[in-house]
Every structure is written in structure tokens, then in C-alpha cells.
């Protein structure tokens, strides 16, 4: 189910890399994909450990996300002139950080919940348990936003704390590094987001190149449907 998506345009000048959140899977941008015009290349990549079992997400280190998108990236420069990210998350810390170092290889960024100041409410992890039980009619739109199986040997689950020690870390350095962006940047943040604090705002409003956006209604991963069709514009503003 969670597997990366290609389709790579011969002769398109456009291409959007698509980076999922952390424990998250490339299916979260379905319909945000399905809405780009059929003559830009599309790439919604699979982090490393992502889409598998909780050991293989406890094996892999953000250094190795990093360097996935930055391959990924010079991939789709090699063959467009102008390279877009949309991105999620986790995978918007990614971006940052690509961003920054190499500020010509993007051209355009749509980030969606940038996490610089990261905060969690117990009822954020209600819809994991609610996935991992079989879930109801009402949480299944998060089955595209969740990709790791769920084990019930909790011992397992240790891997996992280096790995969001290492988020933590990711979100303190691009936090002090985010004045230096120089890339076109649309920011999408959730106005009822229950892990990430939107004190991040005040991260990103110093910044000529940042554009914010509030989505009063969504919460992280579930988007009010006035908002998707703010994203989805948005995108396809960017891509023209």
C-alpha cells in the first residue's frame, strides 16, 4: 500500500518532489498529485524505514532521509529546468535543509505544518491507536497517513526513540538557520494541530520569501476540504 510514485514526463521543463512526514507514507499526497496537469513529472518519495515494520523504522537515521531527498533531488534536476517541493512534516524540515544549502536547485516550496516548535496533546496519538485497532469509518482517511505496521511487542518501539530525538534535533537547526531561505516558499499551517505548536509562525514571519497561510479548521494530518482546495490551488499556482 505504501509505496513511492513515479512519472517522469519526457521533455517536461516541471517537476514536484512530494516528502512525506515522519512515520507517515507517500499516500498522504494522493489526490494533491492527481491534481498537478499530466505534462509536470511527479516523484512521492518512500523515506528510508518508512512503509514497513516498526523495526525498519527504528533502523534508519534522519542523516539517511536527508541524504534520500537530496538524491532525489538532483535526479529531477538532471532531466527539468525547475524543480518543486511540496512537502509535509517532517519532510518540510528535509526541504528546509535542502533549501538553505543550495537555495538553486528549488524552485518553488509549498510546505504544509512545519514543525520548528513541536508540541504533542495526548489525543494526537488517538488515530494511531484507533488505525492500529482496525478503526472506524470516520479514521480512515488516516490509513494515507500513517505507513508503518503496527507491532504489539511495545519493546520494539525503542528504536524509535533516536529517531525522534533526532527530529527534535532536525527542528532546532533549520528553526536557526530558516532567515537564510531564499527559496519562494508557500506555508500551509493547521490551526488545530495537535503536535506541532504554531509559535513556529514566529519562525517564518522575518522571512521575505515566506508566504503563511492559516487552515483554521484542519489538524495535522486531516485537512478541512475548503483547505484541500487551498493547498491544491496553491500547487498548481506554483507549477504554472
Not at 112 to 127: D, F, Y
Request: hydrophobic fraction near 40%; charged fraction near 25%.
Amino acid at each position: 500500500m505504501h509505496q513511492p510514485f513515479k512519472r517522469i514526463i519526457s521533455g517536461a521543463e516541471s517537476a514536484v518532489l512530494f516528502v512525506h512526514g515522519i512515520n507517515a507514507t507517500p499516500r498522504f499526497f494522493d489526490e494533491y498529485v492527481a491534481a498537478l496537469p499530466e505534462h509536470v513529472s511527479v516523484h512521492s518519495l518512500l523515506l528510508p524505514g518508512h512503509g514497513g515494520s516498526v523495526r525498519d523504522f527504528g533502523a534508519h537515521s534522519a542523516q539517511e532521509w536527508e541524504m534520500h531527498v537530496r538524491q532525489a533531488l538532483d535526479a529531477l534536476r538532471k532531466n527539468h529546468q525547475r524543480v518543486y517541493i511540496m512537502a509535509h512534516s517532517l519532510g518540510t524540515l528535509l526541504a528546509l535543509r535542502e533549501a538553505v544549502r543550495d537555495s538553486k536547485s528549488i524552485a518553488g516550496m509549498l510546505l504544509l505544518c512545519v514543525p520548528l516548535r513541536i508540541w504533542s496533546k495526548p489525543t494526537a496519538w488517538w488515530g494511531k491507536l484507533a488505525k492500529g485497532l482496525g478503526g472506524k469509518a470516520a479514521q480512515e482517511e488516516l490509513r494515507t497517513c500513517y505507513g508503518t505496521e503496527v507491532d504489539w511487542r511495545i519493546w520494539r518501539y525503542v528504536g524509535w526513540i533516536p529517531r525522534y530525538a533526532e527530529l527534535f534535533v532536525l527542528s532546532r537547526e533549520v528553526r536557526r538557520s530558516i532567515h537564510r531561505l531564499k527559496v519562494p516558499t508557500c506555508v500551509f499551517m493547521a490551526g488545530r494541530d495537535e503536535q506541532v505548536s504554531l509559535r513556529s509562525e514566529h519562525c517564518m514571519r522575518g522571512n521575505p520569501a515566506i508566504t503563511l497561510r492559516r487552515m483554521a479548521k484542519s489538524t495535522h494530518h486531516i485537512f478541512a476540504t475548503e483547505d484541500k482546495r487551498a493547498i491544491t490551488a496553491a500547487l498548481q499556482e506554483m507549477c504554472q
